[in-house]
């Protein structure tokens, strides 16, 4: 597994869990807690990135779609600048722009993640303390 996804993906699924567990606990008043905007943005951008990751598995597919059977020196040629009736490096530049745009997008979720969990802790620690 790659880190880069591995490590915002871990903190996201943590604090998914966090929440549920303390909305789950405080019952009743987990109703109190509104939902912020900036938790909504966080939301937005955990999905975007999902969906442009999918999409670079849909690039890295047509790419071996394109070169099964395809000798390596016809490759290697093609991306030296040969001609390229497959669109071969169009879909490789697609993949890697996919990727990185996924990635930041999945860390830009992650540094949201941490900021609207520890927000709602903060939000909760008063209805945690209470002792009725």
């Known amino acids: 597994m790659d880190p880069f996804i591995l490590l915002p993906a ?3 699924m943590f604090r998914e869990v966090f929440v549920s567990g303390l ?4 019952g009743d008043t987990a ?3 509104k939902v912020t905007k900036l938790a909504k943005w966080k939301t937005t951008a955990q999905m975007v990135a999902i969906a ?3 999409a670079t598995g849909i690039f890295q597919h047509m790419f071996i779609e394109r ?3 395809m000798d390596e020196s016809v490759i290697a040629e093609i991306f030296a600048g ?3 009736p497959l669109s071969l490096r169009l879909i490789q530049q697609a993949y890697w722009a996919t ?3 996924g990635v930041a997008l999945l860390w830009i979720a ?3 993640t941490l900021v609207t969990g520890y927000d709602y802790f903060r939000k909760a620690l008063p209805h945690l303390k209470d002792e009725e």
């Open 10 to 12: 871990t903190v996201i």
């Open 23 to 26: 909305r789950e606990f405080l």
């Open 31 to 33: 109703g109190t807690l």
């Open 52 to 54: 442009v990751l999918f």
């Open 67 to 69: 070169t099964v059977g």
């Open 82 to 84: 040969g001609d390229d």
């Open 99 to 101: 990727w990185w745009v």
């Open 110 to 112: 992650a540094l949201l």
